[in-house]
T-cell receptor, first 111, second 113 residues
Framework: NAGVTQTPKFQVLKTGQSMTLQCAQDMNHNSMYWYRQDPGMGLRLIYY???????DKGEVPNGYNVSRLNKREFSLRLESAAPSQTSVYFC??????????FGPGTRLTVL | RKEVEQDPGPFNVPEGATVAFNCTYS??????FFWYRQDCRKEPKLLMS???SGNEDGRFTAQLNRASQYISLLIRDSKLSDSATYLC??????????????FGPGTSLSVIP
């Protein structure tokens, strides 16, 4: 089992560029999440998907869109990147309980 | 005020020392509590759950004080490999886990030879 995988691991964008972060899990979990982590701020929820076909906004959704492509995959899109979106992005999944399993993260820099 | 607060540290302790972290939460409706560990430039991983009666896992002891709304993590006989950031996690509702899991900012621990 690979668990939760994310691509890419690193990315540098220029302001205004777009990109999609990919996430996949092989644990047959229903719920998936996208977080960003900034120094001193902790993990902040961007979007989550309680089950295939549903998505909802988290604490900091502005500037992002998501797609739950199927049960395994949950992608995060930045339509027009801004320097404030420089962060480490983590995807996570969970089953029925609150324990979450995280991917290795994507380090994004927006110049 | 943040919903989950932790002393960011860093805590620098010698090998073999005992170290304790506290975490406070503001929402009295919080139902379940956890400690996650995050190594440098890695993803967070569940360390242990925190039960009302307190629980122990080897050198790690977690305790919950609902009246004062704080949880603690005690590490005995610290090892170099314990160096990491420890995240306090609070779940407001046991039945729906989606947007109710709140992560604290983390406490950094460095164990020194």
């Amino acid at each position: 089992n690979a668990g939760v995988t994310q691509t890419p691991k690193f990315q540098v964008l220029k302001t205004g560029q777009s990109m999609t972060l990919q996430c996949a899990q092989d644990m047959n979990h229903n719920s998936m999440y996208w977080y960003r982590q900034d120094p001193g701020m902790g993990l902040r929820l961007i979007y989550y998907s309680a089950s295939e076909g549903t998505t909802d906004k988290g604490e900091v959704p502005n500037g992002y869109n998501v797609s739950r492509l199927n049960k395994r995959e949950f992608s995060l899109r930045l339509e027009s990147a801004a320097p404030s979106q420089t962060s480490v992005y983590f995807c996570a999944s969970s089953d029925a309980g609150p324990t979450q399993y995280f991917g290795p993260g994507t380090r994004l820099t927006v110049l | 005020r943040k919903e989950v607060e932790q002393d960011p540290g860093p805590f620098n302790v010698p090998e073999g020392a005992t170290v304790a972290f506290n975490c406070t939460y503001s929402n009295s409706a919080s139902q379940s509590f956890f400690w996650y560990r995050q190594d440098c430039r890695k993803e967070p991983k569940l360390l242990m759950s925190v039960y009302s009666s307190g629980n122990e896992d080897g050198r790690f002891t977690a305790q919950l004080n609902r009246a004062s709304q704080y949880i603690s993590l005690l590490i005995r006989d610290s090892k170099l490999s314990d160096s990491a950031t420890y995240l306090c996690v609070v779940n407001r509702n046991q039945k729906t886990s989606y947007d109710k899991v709140i992560f604290g900012p983390g406490t950094s621990l460095s164990v020194i030879p």
